[in-house]
């Protein structure tokens, strides 16, 4: 949705911190006494006291309770529990080492100063700690020293370059209209900030603020907030791999979404009638272009934009029978998707029951808040409160009951939040930046208790550290058609993928205005091919269907939706290893080398990525290219051009040539990539004839992949044990390539009979046998594209060894 309403944002906010001249300095800060109970150690100084403790022997907390103040130990964004990790205590004169077996804290006791270390590694230090500003804003910041040369990540969504040292980031969850190639404030503003030395620090607190990192160029990142905890997280990693895995431990897991969620959606502001909808959706069908959800804008409950927010039930003039139209289109395969927001207008029909059921925030006096904005005089849902989430879950509920397949929560920072507005979970400074995370959680919960074992979709436009633990899948914002705000996608999807939120996608095509550029919209889409959620949406002066646009834009977007739905095998996979283990499924090519400061320095961290673990993707995001530059990460690997087969040297950044029909996709060498044929949408998908795909090099002596299936609707099916899952791996011998095949079935699920057809990429001779557990197999061998296909027999759980004699 466009964001066209007044700014109202808190005065507080706007203010700037002083030099560091106006902060009670810390030299005064005296160590007083320490105590080690339990697995926390507790140190006293002259003002206040610090708390220590370990969740794991990657992550350790650490608390500051100024004196007067009193501990708070609530938090929205960590599930982890605090586990009986072995620790140490030593006390020397000078300092005091509280260490687990990875992570060691030390306290020097004069001048006081903490400082973390990981395996015997110095990670961060605070620098002067914790600052109490004096002035009226009473801003409280922790400061930390930064090396030289340390890269910084994450603050949430913004496009300012990967790394964002150099900058100050305030703490508001903010639409940014029409943005382009630079926004520095969006809808995701997550205390998180990532160190290329491979470590992350948390502010567990949701409260407004800032976040430095390293602005005024003095090797210093605070943390700045208007209130609330003092409390961060530091966690570790030997690679970046335990860096996401241990921060997802601690703030929770993306559960899998419905494999419908992988497909093609039709959307745009907005379908205004049952019969726009009907027709649109038939036209997918007419024009065999594969689909799988359609989403009903503003209109569903209005017919005007303004003064019917709130209402959140059908027009019936303009939607005469939605429970037949949505159980048709769940026939063919189609979920309906339903946009709500959590304003309810003074002139919507809910306004009254809104207010006799206590679900809106308050004044100071406790009578309903209301305010203007764009769409009317409004009242915001508490969700903070019981009453408020009971009464807006009703709704969704009854919505569900009526066919509903999944939910679309806008304007969710919230859009427009008055700094006198009260919740029954504090002020507006303190749930502001959490408010998207308690919707999506209402959501999730909602499920569990009314509808347990589905999955829900849950679509949402702001969010907190730790929402990716709702099934939450954000999006970019209101990004503008145009070739800037394709450019800064790259960079949005894979930060947030850093911070935890491995769905983080964009309006494909872009959103804002009224721009009719077929190059532009192909380019957005071949680039949603290799992002988490494939949602063309736009503003509908330029429709975003590509059913509707141009012949030859039409026929390559087809293209692009296509080869989204022959990789289902692979982005699934791809999807349970998020839920795994944390791996976003958009990772930078610094993951590959591990940060070295040769990938940092090429310039084009956010211009290359890797989609999951076999693929490396370069969007086009100049018009009229013919060239583009691509990193190939690892120096001691190897890349090949998906559409080609041409072999690339790791480690290097090179010139390649690019084409209209698709956009620079290369696969790892030694890479397992399962492929499935196209279907019009997921209904009909099925596992039972997958192309299996591997990239045999020479320089990769042992590889694995695999295949992870299950119905793709029902929640936790892996650990129901509802799910199948093969596993491939390949050996290279002198003359001789292995490739192996093993399914585990878990035990509540009906094995697949699968037939694969095996196709080995860069077999540059024709083999001389190729044998499947010992017999002969018929292959082929194309000369041309150096690729050997074989097909295995359908079986159940399949086990099976082939051999491939290359000379």
């Not at 241990?246 to 494999?259: A, C, E, H």
């Amino acid at each position: 949705m466009p964001n066209m309403t007044a700014k109202i944002l808190p005065v507080a906010l706007f203010v700037t911190l002083a030099a560091p001249a106006t902060f009670a300095q810390n030299a005064d800060r005296q160590f007083h006494s320490f105590t080690s109970h339990g697995n926390t150690l507790e140190i006293v100084t002259s003002d206040g006291r610090y708390l220590i403790k370990p969740y794991s022997a990657a992550i350790v907390e650490t608390t500051f309770v100024p004196n007067g103040e009193q501990a708070d130990a609530r938090s929205h964004a960590v599930v982890l529990a605090p586990t009986s990790v072995a620790t140490t205590v030593k006390d020397t004169p000078a300092r005091i080492e509280f260490a687990t077996p990875g992570i060691a804290v030390n306290v020097d006791k004069r001048p006081f100063r903490i400082s973390y270390a990981y395996k015997g590694q110095p990670l961060v230090a605070e620098k002067a700690g914790y600052l109490k500003q004096a002035g009226k804003d009473k801003l409280e910041a922790i400061e930390f020293a930064l090396a030289d040369g340390e890269a910084l990540y994450g603050a949430g969504a913004r496009a300012v370059g990967m790394n964002r040292r150099g900058h100050r980031f305030q703490l508001y969850n903010k639409a940014d209209y029409g943005y382009g190639s630079r926004s520095q404030l969006l809808n995701f503003t997550l205390p998180v900030a990532l160190s290329s030395k491979r470590y992350a620090l948390h502010f567990d607190n949701p409260y407004t603020g800032w976040l430095d990192f390293d602005s005024r160029k003095d090797g210093t990142l605070s943390y700045e907030t208007t209130g609330g905890r003092k409390t961060y997280q530091v966690i570790a990693g030997d690679a970046w791999s335990d860096v996401m895995a241990n921060y997802t431990s601690l703030t929770g897991r993306q559960p899998l979404p419905p494999r419908w969620a992988f497909g093609n959606f039709a959307s745009r502001f907005g379908y205004r009638t049952e019969s726009e909808a009907r027709a649109t959706v038939a036209r997918f069908a007419a024009d065999k272009i594969p689909l799988d959800a359609i989403v009903l804008d503003l209109y569903w409950f209005g017919k005007t934009v303004q003064g019917t927010m709130g209402n959140l039930a059908w027009d019936r003039d303009n939607f005469p029978q939605p429970q037949n139209m949505m159980r048709d289109f769940a026939a063919q395969g189609v979920q309906t998707i339903l946009i709500t927001e959590p304003f309810v207008l003074t002139t919507s029909s809910r306004w009254q029951d809104a207010v006799r059921s206590g679900a809106l925030a308050t004044t100071a006096d406790g009578q309903p808040y209301t305010y203007d904005f764009y769409f009317g005089n409004t009242g915001l849902v508490d969700l903070t409160s019981a009453a408020g989430r009971d009464w807006f879950w009703s709704i969704y509920k009854g919505l569900k009951e009526q066919g509903a397949g999944g939910w679309w929560g806008d304007l969710g920072e919230p859009e427009v939040h008055p700094d006198a507005l009260r919740h029954a979970g504090g002020s507006a400074a303190a749930v502001h930046n959490v408010y998207g995370h308690e919707w999506a959680r209402l959501l999730a919960e909602g499920y569990k208790k009314d509808f347990p074992g589905q999955r829900p979709f849950i679509l949402m436009r702001a969010g907190y550290s730790g929402s990716q633990r709702f099934g939450m899948i954000p999006w970019s914002g209101d990004v503008g058609r145009s070739w800037g705000g394709l450019q800064s996608q790259t960079e949005i999807a894979l930060q947030m993928g850093m911070q935890g939120l491995g769905y983080m996608h964009s309006d494909l095509g872009g959103f804002a205005g009224p721009v009719l550029d077929d190059e532009l919209y192909v380019r957005w889409l071949q680039y949603g091919v290799f992002q988490p959620v494939f949602r063309p949406h736009a503003q509908e002066a330029v429709p975003a269907e590509p059913v509707f646009r141009a012949a030859r834009a039409k026929a390559l977007a087809a293209e692009a939706v296509r080869l989204r739905y022959r990789m289902l095998p692979y982005n699934y996979t791809t999807a349970f290893d998020n839920n795994q283990t944390g791996m976003p499924l958009m990772r930078p090519v610094l993951f590959a080398d591990d940060g070295s400061a040769s990938t940092i320095d090429t310039g084009s961290i956010a211009a290359t990525y890797q989609w999951g673990d076999s693929f490396l993707v370069a969007p086009v995001t100049e018009p009229g290219a013919v060239r583009k530059d691509v990193y190939f990460p690892g120096k001691d690997s190897a890349w090949f051009d998906f559409y080609t087969g041409e072999r690339h040297r790791g480690g290097i950044l090179e010139t390649v040539g690019v084409v209209p029909e698709h956009i620079p996709v290369y696969v790892r060498a030694g890479a397992f990539v399962p492929l499935a044929p196209v279907v019009q949408s997921t209904k009909d998908y099925t596992t039972k004839q997958i192309e299996l795909h591997y990239w045999h090099d020479e320089t990769v002596k042992a590889s694995s992949g695999k295949l992870y299936d299950d119905d793709g609707k029902t929640a936790e099916a892996f650990e129901q044990g509802r799910y199948e899952l093969a596993r491939f791996g390949s050996v290279v011998a002198p003359g001789q390539l292995r490739i192996g095949i093993a399914t585990e079935v878990g035990q509540h699920y009906q094995a697949t009979p699968r037939a694969y057809t095996l196709h080995v990429h860069h077999v540059t001779k024709k083999p001389r046998a190729v044998t499947l557990d010992g017999k002969a197999l018929a292959f082929r061998w194309d000369a041309k594209k150096e690729v050997l296909t074989a097909a295995l027999p359908a079986r159940a759980a399949l086990a099976a060894e082939i051999v491939v004699t290359l000379r």
